[in-house]
């Protein structure tokens, strides 16, 4: 009868551990500028809540597409906070969930070493035969890297050398394989712990384009999963927040 006993108590113990009883998948759409962060946080997230978050990765536009067409996603990491907004109003959204998760940053790089300088000047010179950004009208990153050219009267004149990246993270392999001399990337995909990780890069003031505000939002089809609010959750968290602020995100 004691084994009995001990047998049931250690049972009853491991349906008791937090996150580990109820743990899950959650399907996550992440923007392509959260790659590298977010693959930590998932990490993390799995080591201690027990739950896995299964990511993709790619433009927020493309998300916003699929989801209104049934996409199996329940997560969404958008690298904006129009895209979350509007699912919300078309009833794509769990009420009350959406928040920002990080302010992101646009940076003029290049992978050659000093070829950028510290003010983005390389971009009045015009002396390079191709500049590459993610498509604005699919990419919130790409939208702001117009807005900055405007901005220094550059877009008309530059024009004719921009090449599109489908997403941002197609736009920083653009100037990563040297296809493109330079691009607008996210700061995040080129730096880590306040330094270029390679290359040379000019941080674009916060002045000169729209705040890049991204927000997530759990979606309909999670609802019902206590992971993907438990995912939520672990973004808000001291853990969480100190990964994003290592890629060069505000918070």
């Known amino acids: 009868m004691k084994r009995i006993a001990g047998l049931l108590a250690a049972i009853s113990l491991a349906a008791g551990v937090p996150g580990l009883a109820q743990a899950a998948d959650v399907q996550v759409a992440v923007a392509a500028n959260f790659t590298a962060p977010m693959q930590k946080i998932a990490a993390a997230f799995e080591q201690d809540t027990g739950?896995?978050?299964?990511?993709?990765f790619g433009a927020t536009g493309k998300f916003y597409a699929q989801i209104t067409n049934g996409a199996p996603f329940e997560v969404l990491?958008?690298?904006?906070?129009?895209?979350?907004a509007r699912l919300e109003q078309e009833k794509h959204t769990v009420p009350g969930t959406r928040f920002t998760y990080a302010t992101g940053k646009l940076?003029?790089?290049?992978?050659?070493?000093?070829?950028?300088?510290?003010?983005?000047?390389?971009?009045?010179?015009?002396?390079?035969?191709?500049?590459?950004?993610a498509n604005p009208k699919a990419a919130p990153y790409?939208?702001?890297a117009v807005e900055t050219l405007k901005k220094l009267n550059l877009y008309e004149r530059l024009q004719p050398k921009i090449v599109q990246g489908e997403n941002?993270?197609?736009?920083?392999?653009?100037?990563?394989?040297?296809?493109?001399p330079l691009g607008f990337v996210a700061l995040s995909q080129v730096s880590k712990d306040g330094k270029f990780t390679s290359g040379s890069g000019w941080i674009v003031p916060a002045s000169m384009h729209s705040p890049i505000r991204q927000d997530a939002v759990i979606l309909t089809k999670g609802s019902d999963n206590p992971a993907a609010r438990a995912l939520l959750d672990y973004?808000?968290?001291d853990k969480a927040k100190g990964i994003i602020r290592s890629y060069g995100y505000e918070l």
């Open 168 to 180: 941002i993270a197609q736009a920083q392999q653009f100037v990563a394989s040297g296809n493109a």
């Open 142 to 144: 790409g939208a702001a």
């Open 235 to 237: 973004l808000k968290s």
């Open 107 to 133: 940076v003029l790089w290049s992978a050659r070493e000093n070829y950028v300088d510290g003010q983005g000047k390389v971009l009045q010179t015009g002396s390079f035969d191709h500049l590459s950004i």
């Open 77 to 84: 990491l958008a690298a904006d906070d129009e895209t979350p």
């Open 51 to 56: 739950n896995k978050a299964v990511l993709a």
